[in-house]
């Protein structure tokens, strides 16, 4: 890709009880965020995926991808999911976004919200295969959605609308304290990708 990735990115550490976040706003260019999103809506292989509940298969509202190394499966929901080889511009966003994080991902899971309808419910990404204190990498881009967390033990919230281009860091023990979501919305709004860069640890 030709153009500068960045924006003049600027950092704002958000400092929460039992974690940290960091969010740039405008982290990749606008052109180079439109550049991706409609690539990766065309060349991802979209699939809708579910779960059982009370003995019936429950799809989730919105469409899910998962790539990464080879050997860096991941499991939630009840089910594992083996992870597609890197496309050339994951490749490059996994590589621009390790640096503020000060880790190398090898994995992406890439969520397709359509439109208001689509949502994730409240969890934290706890799973045994992410060790402590996981450090993982949300980016977004398209439609600006609503990102909201709430402490597990001491009841507090925070929220941020998450932007076309941006980057958010969560770390520290976070995952740990915290659960986050993206409600649904009554309002008319366009689709959205998120892409959240982690590291799969082996278990022992």
Known sequence: ???????EPSEQFIPLQDGELLYYPHFFR????????????????WKQEGMMMYGKP???????????????????????YEPAAWTKELQ????QVSRPAGVVFNSVLLNLY????????????DEPELGPDPVIASVNFGATRRFMFRHQQAGLKYELNLTHGSLLIMKGSLQHHWQHQV??????????INLTFRVIKPLV
């Open 1 to 7: 890709m030709q153009l500068p990735f960045f924006e």
């Open 30 to 45: 606008a052109e180079v965020a439109d550049l991706y999103f409609r690539s990766l809506i065309m060349n991802i292989d």
């Open 58 to 80: 429950v799809l989730f509202p919105r469409l899910m991808a998962w790539y990464g190394d080879a050997g860096s499966s991941y499991a939630f929901s009840g089910k594992r």
């Open 92 to 95: 490059e966003i996994r590589e």
């Open 114 to 125: 359509r439109n208001g309808n689509d949502s994730m419910g409240w969890h934290a990404d």
């Open 183 to 192: 409600p649904k919305t009554a309002k008319p709004i366009e689709e959205r």
